[in-house]
């Protein structure tokens, strides 16, 4: 399977955030922290290259702590200013806030020195679907940016202001151009940031039992009641398919239904959290 994914919209809105981000003071990039290194797009890391940024570990009520935390350490030592968070709840805003004005601090201050005070401009960017308009609603304590679980919800630019003097830009996700890595396009797939008609479901859902089959193999067998993941793909979906009773009667298996519910269960954890990528994934370009 190879995914490529690279509609109209996402070419607009990268001109559209080229134009932006001459009008903002910083950045807030949005990554889910079930695939921080997937999330990252070369094409943002251009367009951010001369703002101060703030990275958001989001999603992070998906994963374990102690597995976030691996990134976390990563991001201190090469000097990244990142928050842990979970858009939904709002519990980081407060961290968020005063981040922002940290890594601001030094314009503040040349606004304050002249007897002015300084409004931060912050555009949010990241992947589709990663939590960006949600964050902005749970920063600005009401539902003014749409959301939705699935890929490009956002198809436009829109400002929100805070009362703290704060006015953050939500703009729609986008993928890079390419995927030279196909393991990131794949995670970003698992995650439900690539749009589902893109990748077959059941070719997603083979990919999902030959990553439980490398990982996490317990959980896997737990749900679906298996000895083991068997080798061959076709008796993994016809045990799973059993399991779980999706049946067509005399004519075997439903498979379709067994593919939709495997991805289904993995987006909402119910074979655990998990988290797809680590650190020493990292490889250099
Ligand atoms: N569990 C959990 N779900 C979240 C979190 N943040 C966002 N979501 C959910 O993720 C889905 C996508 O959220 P959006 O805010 O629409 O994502 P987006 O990045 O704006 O997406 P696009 O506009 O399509 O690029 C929604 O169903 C949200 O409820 C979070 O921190 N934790
Ligand atoms: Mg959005």
């Not at 519990?91 to 601090?105: C, T, W």
């Not at 002015?116 to 609603?137: D, H, Q």
């Amino acid at each position: 399977m190879h995914i490529q994914w690279y509609p109209g919209h996402m070419t607009k809105a990268m001109r559209m955030m080229q134009e932006a981000v001459k009008q903002v003071d910083c950045i807030i990039y949005v990554l889910d922290s079930r695939a921080v290194y997937s999330c990252i797009n070369p094409k943002f890391d251009e367009l951010i290259k001369n703002k101060p940024v703030l990275y958001i570990f989001g999603k992070s009520d998906m994963v374990e702590q102690d597995d976030i935390k691996k990134w976390a350490k990563t991001f201190s030592a090469q000097g990244k200013n990142f928050v842990i968070a979970d858009n939904l709840s709002g519990k980081q805003r407060g961290i968020i806030i005063d981040k922002l004005k940290k890594i601001n601090a030094e314009v503040i201050e040349k606004y304050a020195q002249k007897g002015a005070k300084k409004s931060i401009r912050a555009m949010v960017v990241g992947v589709p679907n990663t939590g960006k308009s949600t964050l902005i609603n749970s920063l600005c304590l009401s539902k003014k940016t749409v959301t939705g679980n699935r890929p490009g919800v956002t198809r436009g630019k829109q400002w929100v202001s805070l009362a703290e003097g704060v006015e953050l830009l939500d703009t729609p996700g986008a993928v890079p151009p390419a995927f030279e890595d196909q393991t990131r396009a794949l995670h970003l797939a698992f995650i439900g940031s690539i749009k589902d008609e893109i990748v077959p479901y059941d070719e997603l859902a083979i990919e999902i039992i030959n990553y439980f089959r490398q990982n996490n193999t317990q959980v896997f067998c737990g749900r679906y009641k298996l000895q083991n993941i068997p080798e061959d793909n076709i008796e993994a979906f016809d045990s799973i398919a059993q399991n779980r009773g999706y049946l067509l009667g005399k004519r075997g298996y439903d498979y379709e239904r067994t593919a939709k519910a495997l991805i289904s269960d993995f987006r909402s954890q119910k074979l655990g959290k998990i988290m797809l990528d680590y650190p020493d994934d990292i490889k250099e370009a």
